[in-house]
C-alpha cells in the first residue's frame, strides 16, 4: 500500500513537470563582472532543546563572470555554535549551481553533541513520557541533480549517520534498551530524488514551487547497522497574489519501514516542522504534515510572518485518522540579511504543549 501510493505520487509529479513545460526561454543577458561576497554574521538563537546558543556562521555567496542574471549563487557556509546547555554544533555547507542552472550539487557535514527529548513511539505519547539524552553525532550528507527538463531534476541523495548517545534518563526506554537504536546507530542510505523547481528565489521565494520525491535504502550492505526504507514526498507553493505579502504552503509525506532506528523514524516538532512542539515531540513510521507561513515585508530589511500547521504519525497509513492530527501556530519576525534574500528569522509558536521560542537562519521552507 505505502509502495503503491508513493509509486503514483512520483509519477503525478513527472507528468507535471513535463505537462507544464513551455519552450525554452531565451538566455538573458550575462553578468559584467564576477561577483563574490564574504559575510560574517554573530549567531545568538534560542530553541527550547538548545536553550541559547552562540557562536559565528561565515557565508560565501558567488557567482561566476558570464553567468545569467537568472542563475541562482553558489554559497558555502562553515557554522559553530555552542549552547548554554554547553552542547556544540558544528557544520559545513555547500550550495554549488553549475551550466546556467543545470547542475546542482550540495551537501552538509556535521559534528554535534547536543541535547534531545524522546517521548517514545506514536501519536499519543504522553508528556510524562518525557525523557532526556545527548547524541554525540556525525551527519554527512551529498546530493547531485542534473536538469531533465526545464523544470524538473533527476538526481541521488546519500545520508551517513554515526551517533553515539552519551547520556539517557536512568530507567527510561533508552537506557532499558527497549528501542531500535537506543545505543546508538551507523546508517547509511542511498537513493534517488526527483525534483520540480520553479522558485524565483532559492531563500525567499515569492512565486513558483518545489516539489521533491525521494526513496533511499539503508542497509547493511553499505556499512549501516540496520536494513530500512525511507520515502518522502514535499510539495511546496509560493504566491505572492495575496495582499503584499507571500503565501508559502508545504505538504510532507514521509514513510520509514523495516528495522529503522527512531532516529530515522517520521518525526514532528522542532524549529522547521510544527513550530511549537518540541523536536520530535511525535514521532513513527509515517508522518503527514501541512503547514502555511504568510510572510510580509514591514520596513528596510524587516518583516513579519504568521504561521500554521498541522500534522499527525502513525504505524500505518490506515491508522491516519481526522480526529488525530496536532495543532500549531504563531507569527514572527524577518532580517534579510543580504541581496540574495537570505534571512534571520524569530519565531513565537503555540500549541496544546506550551510557547516556544526560536531564532534560525532561513525560512522554516
Keep these: 500500500m ?47 532543546e538548545t536553550a541559547f546558543g552562540f557562536g559565528a556562521k561565515l557565508i560565501h555567496v558567488r557567482r561566476s563572470k558570464g553567468s545569467y542574471a537568472t542563475d541562482r549563487p553558489t554559497s558555502f557556509s562553515p557554522t559553530l555554535v555552542f549552547t548554554s546547555r ?60 542534473q536538469k531533465i527538463t526545464d523544470k524538473m531534476y533527476l538526481g541521488l541523495r546519500y545520508d551517513l549517520k554515526r551517533e553515539k548517545i552519551s547520556e539517557v534518563t ?31 528565489n532559492l531563500f525567499t521565494p515569492s512565486k513558483g514551487s518545489y516539489h521533491q520525491a525521494l526513496v533511499q535504502s539503508y542497509n547493511k550492505i553499505l556499512g549501516g547497522s540496520s536494513n530500512f526504507m525511507r520515502y518522502r514526498l514535499d510539495f511546496r ?43 520530535g515531540r511525535f514521532r513513527d513510521e509515517d508522518a503527514l504534515v501541512f503547514q502555511a507561513d504568510y510572510r510580509f515585508p514591514l520596513f528596510w530589511r524587516f518583516g513579519g510572518a504568521v504561521f500554521g500547521a498541522t500534522g499527525q504519525v502513525a504505524k ?32 513565537l509558536a503555540f500549541s496544546k504543549e506550551g510557547m516556544y521560542i526560536y531564532f534560525a537562519f532561513s525560512e522554516a521552507f
Excluded: C
Design 316 to 347: 500505518s497509513i490506515e491508522d491516519f485518522g481526522f480526529n488525530r492530527f496536532q495543532s500549531n501556530g504563531g507569527l514572527g519576525a524577518r532580517i534579510r540579511l543580504n541581496d540574495e534574500g537570505m534571512v534571520v528569522r524569530g519565531d
Design 86 to 145: 554547553k552542547q556544540l554544533l558544528t557544520a559545513f555547507t555547500a550550495d554549488i549551481w553549475r551550466k546556467h542552472n543545470a547542475q546542482h550539487i550540495h551537501g552538509s557535514i556535521e559534528y554535534n553533541d547536543y541535547p534531545y527529548v524522546f517521548f517514545g513511539v506514536g501519536n499519543d505519547s504522553p508528556t510524562e513520557a518525557e525523557e532526556d539524552y545527548t547524541s554525540k553525532t556525525i551527519n554527512v550528507y551529498s546530493q547531485y541533480e
Design 237 to 279: 507553493k509560493y504566491h505572492s497574489g495575496i495582499g503584499p505579502g507571500v503565501l508559502a504552503a508545504q505538504g510532507l509525506f514521509t514513510i520509514a519501514s523495516g528495522d529503522v532506528p527512531f532516529q530515522f523514524m517520521s518525526p514532528l516538532g522542532g524549529v522547521n516542522l510544527m513550530r511549537g512542539f518540541l523536536e
Design 170 to 200: 536512568p530507567g527510561g526506554l533508552l537506557d532499558r534498551g527497549d528501542i531500535q537504536g537506543s545505543d546508538g546507530t551507523t546508517s547509511s542510505g542511498l537513493g534517488p530524488v526527483l525534483i520540480y523547481d520553479t522558485r524565483d
Design 2 to 48: 505505502k509502495k503503491n501510493l508513493l509509486g503514483l505520487a512520483f509519477w503525478g509529479l513527472v507528468t507535471t513537470a513535463f505537462a507544464q513545460e513551455g519552450p525554452p526561454a531565451t538566455p538573458p543577458d550575462s553578468l559584467a563582472t564576477r561577483n563574490v561576497k564574504w559575510s560574517i554574521f554573530p549567531v545568538a538563537y534560542y530553541t527550547p
